[in-house]
């Protein structure tokens, strides 16, 4: 019976499959971004977070751990010095996928998978938003005249006792 066993298999045996996604996760930690396929994204992602959240303590006990799945010391000091400050204040979700489309040859579904914190488009996007546009009706424009003339008013009063302030 199959009871419980829902993670994809990505047509590979059990040794090939921990192969394979070891050395995605490597190759995701030494470039923070790589490009595959969509299925293996989603199966890399379920397998690279907890190995992340394991670098946010950094312990011997848990650098062995992960020593242990990865087996390369380049990408497990990578983890545990560079990326586990930038993750240290988020709860989870270290990884992002974005589609791309799908491949030419046999038209499978491929994707970015990345780290979040390394993104520097998203990040600039974040810190500086664009200012809301608000919509305008087309009813009466006489509310509007009304607002605006005390808030002409406004400035001249300001700026005529900006000189006596000073």
Request: charged share 30%; glycine share 4%; net charge positive.
């Amino acid at each position: 019976m199959r009871h419980n066993k829902k993670f994809n298999h990505l047509s590979r045996k059990k040794a090939h499959r921990d192969a394979l996604l070891a050395n995605m996760t490597i190759a995701l930690i030494m470039r923070k971004r790589i490009f595959t396929t969509l299925a293996k994204a989603k199966a890399l992602r379920v397998y690279a977070e907890p190995l992340i959240n394991r670098a946010k303590d950094d312990s011997m006990s848990n650098r062995r751990l992960v020593f242990s799945y990865l087996q390369n010391k380049e990408a497990v000091t990578e983890l545990f010095r560079e990326i586990a400050q930038k993750i240290a204040d988020r709860p989870g979700g270290y990884t992002r996928i974005l589609k791309t489309g799908n491949r030419l040859g046999d038209n499978a579904s491929m994707c970015f998978i990345e780290l979040v914190d390394y993104n520097e488009n998203m990040l600039k996007e974040k810190g500086a938003k664009k200012a809301g546009r608000t919509r305008r009706s087309r009813r009466s424009s006489k509310p509007a005249a009304e607002t605006a003339a005390p808030a002409a008013e406004a400035p001249a009063a300001e700026a005529t006792e900006a000189p006596a302030a000073e």
